[in-house]
């Protein structure tokens, strides 16, 4: 079958779909999925891929243009709405891992809104790490697909039911309360200002109850009176405020674009909150070490094609991150190896370490297979001190290799010890791939261009952390890290 006939086929079949939302994976000759994408009508996106003008690539774009060549098959999976659709497309990225994807790789999860419930005065924040010790009895809606749309639902719902976003521990007994001088937010009328006993304790859990009641809901009458106020403000030729009105309904129906946590849409989320100190047992037998795991840190190194080559150190300490200790690295020896690349990083993080002037975690995880195990032992072999344990985990496969081990060690996929670890690499991953672009982005906008940016986005930030109460990013170092040269 020429190429044509091939294309010409799946055309064909592309047409036969039916016209629902949906996702759909691209196959080559050999079964694998190379490409996952989604849409709102399965028939007619899947067949422009093999429409007459596409076939040269060149509507595809640069990265796309060599998969036609490679698609011999493609699957799909009906979806019941579009945003179905966008959970389940992101789910079979980061499991699958396809060749042609670019989006969604990156391991951000989608948000949550958080409202902690046990607390005397519950906050309401937008986070994408549900699970965070903080949250601890919350209740959590989502994952919501538009984490703008998501924001904006919170500023205006605020100025409804005055729930704090703040990250203040507020207590009911803690008589000075009472001198103490709220936020900006109670005077603008966004908040009842319990930080400040402005509102009794059974008046504001009142509030929170009802706007869980109003998540739950249809939200029908809130959107039929701001559809009355936009309508008003139209006749009087107010259409700055219409558009604001528009803008506000339509936040407040994405809504209802949400899956439920119960589903399992971003596991990853989940994956170091289940038992901690039941993944670092398991863990702790896995390696055959004697005395318990308490630390861990993570090594991985990021680059583009041999440029801006970086590196990242992540911590975690009882199965959880410890952001205060991440580092990042500018790998100054080579440009294009990723073994060089951990030597270079892993002598710059452990040099104290191994001059004996500071304390080894108990397991160093060295992202990559047995060649960036070997590299990272090479370089610990140049220290008068050697770490306790020393491994790496491969992508994929998922195997664990070890400083004391012939052969790798395979385990079940829900092997508690194997997703804690499998969580740490992919934060390490993260971290790097983030410092990385960062020093893309000054190679291409220049320092001033690059500096602007981080302000910019900097800015965006720590407004809408104001407004909604979400934890800003963790703060940024300057790559050199604790006992660089």
Same mark, same amino acid.
């Given at each position: 079958?020429?190429?044509?006939?091939?294309?010409?086929?799946?055309?064909?079949?592309?047409?036969?779909?039916?016209?629902?939302?949906?996702?759909?994976?691209?196959?080559?000759?050999?079964?694998?999925?190379?490409?996952?994408?989604?849409?709102?009508?399965?028939?007619?996106?899947?067949?422009?891929?093999?429409?007459?003008?596409?076939?040269?690539?060149?509507?595809?774009?640069?990265?796309?243009?060599?998969?036609?060549?490679?698609?011999?098959?493609?699957?799909?999976?009906?979806?019941?709405?579009?945003?179905?659709?966008?959970?389940?497309?992101?789910?079979?990225?980061?499991?699958?891992?396809?060749?042609?994807?670019?989006?969604?790789?990156?391991?951000?999860?989608?948000?949550?809104?958080?409202?902690?419930?046990?607390?005397?005065?519950?906050?309401?924040?937008?986070?994408?790490?549900?699970?965070?010790?903080?949250?601890?009895?919350?209740?959590?809606?989502?994952?919501?697909?538009?984490?703008?749309?998501?924001?904006?639902?919170?500023?205006?719902?605020?100025?409804?039911?005055?729930?704090?976003?703040?990250?203040?521990?507020?207590?009911?007994?803690?008589?000075?309360?009472?001198?103490?001088?709220?936020?900006?937010?109670?005077?603008?009328?966004?908040?009842?200002?319990?930080?400040?006993?402005?509102?009794?304790?059974?008046?504001?859990?009142?509030?929170?109850?009802?706007?869980?009641?109003?998540?739950?809901?249809?939200?029908?009458?809130?959107?039929?009176?701001?559809?009355?106020?936009?309508?008003?403000?139209?006749?009087?030729?107010?259409?700055?405020?219409?558009?604001?009105?528009? $803008?506000?309904?339509? !936040? &407040?129906?994405?809504?209802?674009? @949400?899956?439920? *946590?119960?589903? %399992?849409?971003?596991? #990853?989320?989940?994956?170091?909150?289940?038992?901690?100190?039941?993944?670092?047992?398991?863990?702790?037998?896995?390696?055959?070490?004697?005395?318990?795991?308490?630390?861990?840190?993570?090594?991985?190194?990021?680059?583009?094609?041999?440029?801006?080559?970086?590196?990242?150190?992540?911590?975690?300490?009882?199965?959880?991150?410890?952001?205060?200790?991440?580092?990042?690295?500018?790998?100054?020896?080579?440009?294009? $190896?990723?073994?060089? !690349? &951990?030597?270079?990083?892993?002598? @710059?993080?452990? *040099?104290?370490? %191994?001059?004996?002037? #500071?304390?080894?975690?108990?397991?160093?995880?060295?992202?990559?297979?047995?060649?960036?195990?070997?590299?990272?032992?090479?370089?610990?072999?140049?220290?008068?001190?050697?770490?306790?344990?020393?491994?790496?985990?491969?992508?994929?496969?998922?195997?664990?290799?070890?400083?004391?081990?012939?052969?790798?060690?395979?385990?079940?996929?829900?092997?508690?010890?194997?997703?804690?670890?499998?969580?740490?690499?992919?934060?390490?991953?993260?971290?790097?791939?983030?410092?990385?672009?960062?020093?893309?982005?000054?190679?291409?906008?220049?320092?001033?261009?690059?500096?602007?940016?981080?302000?910019?986005?900097?800015?965006?930030?720590?407004?809408?952390?104001?407004?909604?109460?979400?934890?800003?990013?963790?703060?940024?170092?300057?790559?050199?890290?604790?006992?660089?040269?």
């Amino acid at each position: 079958m020429t190429d044509q006939q091939r294309l010409d086929a799946l055309k064909d079949r592309a047409r036969q779909l039916p016209r629902v939302p949906g996702v759909y994976l691209m196959k080559d000759e050999q079964g694998r999925v190379i490409y996952v994408g989604k849409a709102t009508c399965l028939p007619d996106r899947v067949a422009s891929y093999f429409l007459p003008s596409n076939r040269g690539g060149e509507m595809l774009g640069p990265k796309k243009q060599p998969m036609l060549s490679a698609v011999h098959d493609f699957d799909i999976i009906e979806c019941e709405s579009e945003w179905e659709a966008l959970l389940t497309e992101n789910r079979l990225i980061k499991d699958l891992h396809p060749r042609y994807n670019a989006r969604l790789t990156d391991g951000k999860s989608f948000p949550y809104l958080v409202i902690t419930v046990r607390d005397d005065f519950p906050g309401v924040f937008i986070t994408r790490e549900p699970t965070h010790p903080d949250f601890k009895g919350a209740r959590v809606f989502g994952p919501f697909t538009s984490v703008y749309a998501l924001r904006e639902s919170m500023q205006l719902l605020q100025k409804v039911f005055k729930f704090r976003t703040c990250t203040l521990d507020i207590r009911e007994d803690d008589p000075t309360r009472r001198h103490f001088r709220p936020c900006l937010l109670y005077p603008i009328k966004q908040c009842t200002a319990p930080c400040a006993a402005k509102i009794s304790r059974e008046d504001y859990r009142a509030d929170i109850r009802r706007f869980i009641r109003f998540l739950e809901s249809k939200r029908s009458v809130m959107l039929r009176e701001l559809r009355q106020e936009m309508e008003q403000a139209s006749k009087e030729l107010a259409f700055e405020k219409a558009a604001t009105l528009r $803008d506000q309904i339509r !936040a &407040i129906e994405k809504l209802d674009e @949400r899956g439920r *946590r119960a589903d %399992g849409w971003q596991p #990853e989320t989940e994956s170091l909150i289940a038992d901690p100190k039941k993944s670092l047992e398991s863990l702790r037998r896995t390696l055959g070490l004697n005395a318990p795991i308490r630390c861990i840190e993570a090594i991985d190194i990021a680059h583009l094609q041999g440029g801006e080559t970086v590196g990242s150190k992540v911590c975690f300490v009882d199965g959880r991150p410890l952001k205060n200790e991440y580092r990042r690295y500018k790998v100054r020896s080579v440009s294009n $190896d990723d073994y060089e !690349a &951990i030597r270079e990083v892993v002598g @710059r993080r452990y *040099r104290d370490a %191994g001059e004996g002037h #500071e304390l080894y975690p108990e397991v160093i995880l060295i992202d990559g297979g047995l060649g960036q195990l070997h590299a990272a032992l090479e370089a610990f072999e140049q220290l008068h001190v050697k770490p306790p344990m020393v491994i790496s985990l491969a992508k994929k496969e998922e195997l664990i290799y070890t400083q004391s081990r012939s052969e790798p060690v395979r385990l079940g996929r829900e092997n508690p010890g194997l997703k804690l670890c499998q969580a740490i690499r992919d934060e390490a991953h993260r971290f790097a791939q983030h410092y990385h672009h960062i020093l893309r982005g000054k190679q291409v906008l220049g320092e001033k261009g690059a500096a602007a940016a981080r302000r910019a986005r900097k800015s965006t930030r720590q407004r809408r952390a104001g407004a909604t109460g979400e934890p800003e990013a963790e703060p940024q170092t300057d790559g050199q890290g604790r006992g660089d040269d």
